[in-house]
């Protein structure tokens, strides 16, 4: 009987590189909530991924960015945290942006955490054409000189992700799974409902607002006789022209944020959903400790 091995890797890489849509990928099943505005991950989200021969354990963190504010340093700060901790560390570039400051600013970062193999990952290959991923993989090469592999791949067509998924078993230490098998995730329901809100809450707004927006969950109860789950939550932003925003024009806004959530919310509880959404105003949340604390962070 071959050993089996399992351990913790997690992704890095500039906002927006496409980490949580490719830890969603290796796990089969949306765990991390994307969009195309950056800073979408706030916590560090686990993921698990089983295969014949161990257990990966996926942390999905925020991008790492200049903080502006103290949610962003938190962010940071929580990223340096996981960093610390987990066996393999993955760098995300995409194959269609060439490598900049900031990506090689992130690579050298690497050298602080001397226990973690690290592998290089070229994403978004589906939308690359061969010189620029060819470009791309010399590029990101040359970045560091102790990359265990360097990997193309794309998330959305699947190519190359059992290369990588096998490459990462190959790092792990020998040992059993940390999870059961039929596990995807530790994120509790109350988490991934708050997420999936978020989400729903994030498509179409302006660029400014997405930030500001963060979910509470106040409750999630099954009507008697099941068929039916209630679930009552807050969308809390930091203004109130924002708050007019995400309830849109005689609130036409906050019903299609109400549907897109539901559709994601159903399959996740196994039933029909009754969703409740409350929009409410809490001041410069992301610079007030205090408001950091009640919301999470």
């Not at 109350?190 to 729903?200: S, T």
Request: charged share 30%.
């Amino acid at each position: 009987m071959s050993e089996t091995r399992s351990g913790f890797a997690t992704f890095v890489g500039r906002p927006n590189v496409g980490k949580s849509t490719l830890t969603n990928a290796l796990v089969g099943e949306k765990v991390a909530i994307t969009s195309e505005k950056p800073q979408t991950t706030r916590r560090a989200i686990r993921g698990i991924v089983n295969r014949p021969g161990g257990q990966l354990v996926i942390v999905d963190t925020p991008g790492i960015h200049k903080p502006r504010t103290l949610l962003g340093q938190r962010l940071n700060d929580l990223v340096e945290q996981v960093l610390g901790d987990v066996d393999v560390i993955g760098f995300c570039v995409p194959a269609t942006e060439k490598v900049g400051p900031g990506d090689r600013r992130i690579a050298l970062s690497l050298d602080g955490y001397p226990r973690a193999k690290k592998v290089a990952i070229v994403t978004k290959t589906d939308a690359a054409s061969r010189d620029e991923i060819a470009e791309r993989l010399v590029e990101v090469d040359s970045l560091r000189d102790d990359w265990a592999a360097v990997i193309p791949l794309s998330a959305l067509t699947r190519v190359q992700l059992a290369v990588l998924v096998d490459e990462l078993l190959a790092l792990m230490p020998e040992g059993p799974p940390l999870y059961p098998d039929d596990v995807v995730t530790d994120e509790s329901l109350e988490d991934r409902v708050a997420e999936i809100i978020r989400e729903a809450a994030l498509e179409g707004v302006r660029d400014e607002l997405p930030h500001s927006i963060a979910v509470t969950v106040d409750d999630i109860a099954e009507r008697e006789g099941g068929g039916l789950t209630d679930i009552y939550a807050n969308i809390v932003v930091e203004r109130d022209s924002q708050k007019a925003i995400i309830i849109g024009h005689r609130g036409s806004r906050l019903r299609d944020v109400g549907a897109r959530a539901r559709a994601q919310l159903e399959p996740l509880v196994g039933t029909k959903v009754f969703l409740k959404l409350h929009v409410r105003v809490a001041k410069e949340w992301q610079r007030d400790p205090k408001q950091l604390g009640r919301l999470g962070f």
